[in-house]
């Protein structure tokens, strides 16, 4: 596959609120937008970071995979989402091929505008990885 560069590293926080003062008053980032994702049951807020962003993930339900990921690791990196300029169908063809476990069969609907998919972590040296192509 091709990729361009890292779109956005993904930190699990247990409150955006809590935790965007550090992020805008002490590194100077500034969030740009806040985004709730229904079906992956999180809050998302992201920050420019020079040519990348962060995506900060707060869960809005017990039941969310970031709730569950926070229980027992506790806040902090949670994803890498690399921008893949051959679109993220064709990654995961690719994947099929070179028999990487994914977790998403398909391209789905992510945040700010991306599709996105992502590679299992028993696939990524432990690395929950997900690649992201902007929806046409
Ligand atoms: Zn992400």
């Not at 300029?85 to 690719?94: I, Y």
């Not at 994947?95 to 391209?107: F, L, N, Q, V, Y």
């Amino acid at each position: 596959m091709k990729i361009s560069h890292i779109e956005h590293i993904g930190i699990a926080v247990n409150s955006i609120e809590e935790a965007l003062p550090f992020y805008e008053n002490v590194l100077g980032f500034e969030c740009y937008k806040t985004e709730e994702v229904a079906d992956q049951k999180v809050k998302t807020a992201f920050l420019k970071v020079g040519d990348t962003k962060l995506e900060l993930l707060e869960p809005t339900s017990p039941d969310s995979t970031v709730a569950k990921f926070l229980e027992t690791r506790g806040p902090g990196f949670h994803h890498m989402a690399y921008a893949v300029e051959d679109g993220v169908a064709n990654a995961l063809a690719e994947c099929g091929e070179k028999s990487i476990r994914t977790i998403d069969a398909a391209p789905r609907a992510g945040a700010d505008g991306m599709n996105i998919a992502f590679l299992h972590p028993k696939a990524t040296q432990s690395i929950l990885t997900e690649l992201c192509e902007k929806k046409k």
